[in-house]
């Protein structure tokens, strides 16, 4: 994909469901994956002719996996001149060790916002920005009806009161492809990820579910994110 057309289709995003208004502050979670990389250069490309004016950082939260090293991360920040802030934590020895959940990556998750939530506070930031694909919205509705029996998928913007911060996900038009290819064609180097439980989840099912779906139905995605774009959720903006 290309720089512009991912621009575009961000800046679409943006627009579409009203995510940054003047005056925001905005960091961007990263992990150190190819999605959260690209949203943080992307944002820090629209930072420079956006009509809004927002202030714009990055946050990582270490969950404590043996050999996650965000070095990389500290440098792309760096160079990018873009200010990074890196959580410590001991998640990952409370999910795997203390826990010891059948299911752990949903309190991996809850623990993980709930340190960056906290960090954001004390910085004065009202904004994370998260690197959810389209592909990531398709998978999720696809698991919410395997799973959950409805059909739903999380929302481009989530008011977080009590937590004083609001969720935007200005990647939800851009297909987890031209991430890829976006990534290989700028040579940004992505973090490998530890986790024990990496490509066995019921994301990954999910993903492999859909790939086989779009395989055998071309354009199965396209309609399914049509769907959702026009579900009428209950807690997505008009």
Known sequence: ??????????????????????????????????????LLYAMKLLQEFYPKRFELSAITCNVGFEGMDFTGVAEFCKHLEIPYEQVDTEIARIVFQENKDTRPCSLCAKLRKGAMYQRLGELGINKIAYAHNKDD???????????????YAFPPVTELPEAGVTVIRPMMYVPERGVAHFVADQGIRV?????????????????QLMEQINRETPGAKDRIMHAIVNGRF?????
């Open 137 to 151: 919205f398709i998978e999720t509705a696809l698991m919410s009806l395997i799973y959950e029996g409805r059909f």
């Open 234 to 238: 209950p807690d997505w903006p008009l």
């Open 191 to 207: 973090v490998k990820n530890t986790c024990p439980v990496d490509g066995s989840t019921k994301r990954a099912y999910a993903k």
């Open 1 to 38: 994909m290309k720089q512009q057309k991912l621009l575009s289709l961000i800046r679409q995003a943006i627009q579409d469901y009203n995510m940054i208004e003047d005056g925001d502050r905005i960091a961007v979670g990263v992990s150190g994956g190819k999605d959260s990389l690209t």
